[in-house]
């Protein structure tokens, strides 16, 4: 398998060339990524392949939410809004699909998420909006859980603390 590299979305990365297979995916990485990074609205990070460094092999976008709390007693005091990070875009173009990158790129934001909340943004957890039932699972297997309060069975967190284990439990812990 071809070697990736995980960096900020530039200017010299090839993003016409990106096809993931699902069209509003490709659509924002192509026209409004590159937009919402420099307006400071949201962080898009690409895997690149090592080889052909303006070749995107994936890439997810992340953006500071404010979301409620969830109603369990280690929440009760929070205060009605608390702030998290959501993994709003995750993609694999469709030659490197089925080849992992999808985890590594999700266990890359995770660690972002968690140097990110140590050193300069706290958050509650990450949060994602799962497309469907088969993608949710995928977020499932790494501790992601149905945020109570939304009443979609697709909209995901995993707390910080959790994934800090995760991290630690998969030797990612920096």
């Known amino acids: ?68 709390p969830p109603p369990t007693r280690a929440y009760r005091s929070y205060p009605t809004d608390v702030p998290g990070l959501l993994l709003a875009r995750l993609a694999v173009d469709k030659k490197y699909q089925n080849n992992c990158l999808g985890t590594y790129l999700l266990i890359d934001a995770l660690m972002k998420a968690k140097k990110s909340a140590e050193i300069s943004a706290p958050i509650v957890g990450v949060f994602v909006n799962a497309k469907d039932a088969k993608v949710r699972r995928f977020y499932e297997t790494f501790g992601f859980m149905c945020v109570e309060t939304e009443g979609d069975p697709n909209y995901l967190w995993i707390p910080v603390a959790t994934m800090h284990k995760l991290l630690d439990q998969l030797g990612r812990s920096t």
């Open 1 to 68: 398998m071809t070697q990736g590299i995980i960096e900020q979305l530039d200017k010299q990365h090839n993003r016409n060339e990106f096809d993931c297979g699902v069209p509003e995916l490709n659509g924002f990485l192509q026209r409004t990524a590159r937009r919402n990074a420099s307006n400071h609205i949201s962080r898009t990070m690409v895997m690149v392949n090592s080889e052909t460094p303006s070749e995107i092999m994936g890439f997810y976008m992340v953006v500071i939410t404010s979301v409620k």
